[in-house]
Nanobody, 126 residues
Framework: QVQLAESGGGLVQAGGSLRLSCAAS????????MGWFRQGPGKEREFVAV??????????SYADSVKGRFTISRDNAKNTVYLQMNGLKPEDTAVYYC?????????????????WGQGTQVTVAS
């Protein structure tokens, strides 16, 4: 099992920035991808971004709604993934979940992910 600990959520004005962090522990050798999902009020859980672990190569992937505003990155030495969120909008308000998977397909589907963090609240005020 992999344990995930998120931090960095909070309240920000529209147009502002936040940086989320997620540290993985436990059986981290099994991880192929790390990423983020979110769930807004009254909405279904949705894919935000994903990044491959270093030895896999490949590129990061983003939901269309966050492309150009959000950047996912990782620190392999710390088993940590980050989500830099710029140009935040009220519709970005959600609980953000860190996820990891040992799989390699359907990376925008929540069922692909083996472990989920507890979630961190991001609120964007208009």
């Amino acid at each position: 099992q992999v344990q995930l600990a998120e931090s960095g959520g909070g309240l920000v004005q529209a147009g502002g920035s936040l940086r989320l962090s997620c540290a993985a522990s436990g059986r981290t050798a099994s991880i192929q991808y790390m990423g983020w999902f979110r769930q807004g009020p009254g909405k279904e859980r949705e894919f935000v971004a994903v990044i491959p672990i270093s030895w896999r190569g490949g590129t990061s992937s983003y939901a269309d709604s966050v492309k150009g505003r959000f950047t996912i990155s990782r620190d392999n030495a710390k088993n940590t993934v980050y989500l830099q969120m710029n140009g935040l909008k009220p519709e970005d308000t959600a609980v953000y979940y860190c996820v990891v998977t040992s799989g390699v397909i359907r990376l925008n589907q929540p069922g692909t992910y083996d472990s989920w963090g507890q979630g961190t609240q991001v609120t964007v005020a208009s």
